[in-house]
């Protein structure tokens, strides 16, 4: 499961001048090398576990893969410190990835897309019909996902610093759950669980994040073929135009009994 979370010592102080030492248990932080052949693609910085799932939901969200039979094998190589280096060998016929994907410097755990030399970049071709996807939900099945979410973070309930992303079926139920101190890794990790076990595009599904609904999730999950992205938060104006164009429904502040539904408002009925 990796290191998720480590012990340090703090002092806590209180305004009535209450103070004292204690324990406090905080979210890992470390940087992951994900490799093709050999060949670094790029570093995130990532809380360690499921980064198997990881590589290939990065890889399948930059185009590189399509599915589980694209990958010939992962392994972490030897002799790196603490696994966080990790190499990815692609089945015979899958052409490696072009040398102007590669992101030669650290991505931070807060932003997956810095790099890109343009928006254009990132509006890669979307191998999947999302607007031909005839799920259709209720609000109350909506609103009932943040709370399944946050029931499932355990990580979160020790630390309080960690994003979650959820992936569930069109009658609410979780399949899969990930936690990172990144959103984006957060939601590589779902999208990764998923195609290692089974065919893309992930049709009749809602991603749910903990946060908010930025640009890159929302292409994340339309490579996916996810048909309903729904954030506790708000989603920005980019990821509108894309979840839009991509035919997706993007749902935010789903708080409560309430929501906001900023496209595909089709797929919510009763």
Request: net charge positive; glycine share 12%; with cysteine.
């Amino acid at each position: 499961m990796g290191r998720i979370t480590v012990r340090r010592p703090v002092l806590r102080l209180s305004t009535t001048g209450a103070r004292g030492r204690r324990p406090d248990t905080l979210a890992v932080e470390e940087p992951l090398e994900i490799r093709v052949a050999g060949a670094p693609l790029t570093i995130t910085m990532r809380t360690p576990g499921h980064d198997f799932d990881l590589a290939a939901g990065f890889l399948a969200a930059e185009g590189i893969i399509g599915g589980a039979g694209d990958l010939a094998s992962m392994r972490f190589c030897a002799g790196t410190e603490e696994q966080n280096t990790l190499d990815v060998a692609l089945a015979p016929g899958v052409p490696l990835p072009d040398a102007s994907l590669t992101r030669a410097f650290t991505t931070t755990s807060a932003c997956g897309v810095c790099g890109k030399s343009s928006i254009e970049a990132l509006r890669v071709t979307r191998p999947h019909d999302i607007a031909a996807d005839r799920v259709r939900l209720t609000p109350a099945t909506l609103a009932a996902l943040p709370d399944r979410l946050r029931a499932a973070q355990r990580a979160f309930d020790r630390t309080g610093g960690l994003h979650a992303a959820g992936l569930f079926d069109a009658g609410g139920a979780l399949r899969a759950l990930r936690e990172d101190v990144g959103r984006h890794n957060a939601v590589d990790k779902v999208i990764g669980w998923a195609l290692r076990r089974g065919p893309l595009p992930l049709a009749g599904h809602v991603l749910m994040v903990s946060g908010r609904a930025s640009f890159e999730l929302t292409q994340k999950a339309a490579r996916a073929g996810i048909p309903v992205l729904a954030a506790v938060s708000a989603p920005s104006s980019l990821a509108v135009e894309l979840a839009e164009d991509a035919g997706m429904t993007l749902v935010g502040f789903l708080r409560g009994a309430s929501m906001n539904v900023y496209t595909g408002a089709e797929r919510i009925t009763g």
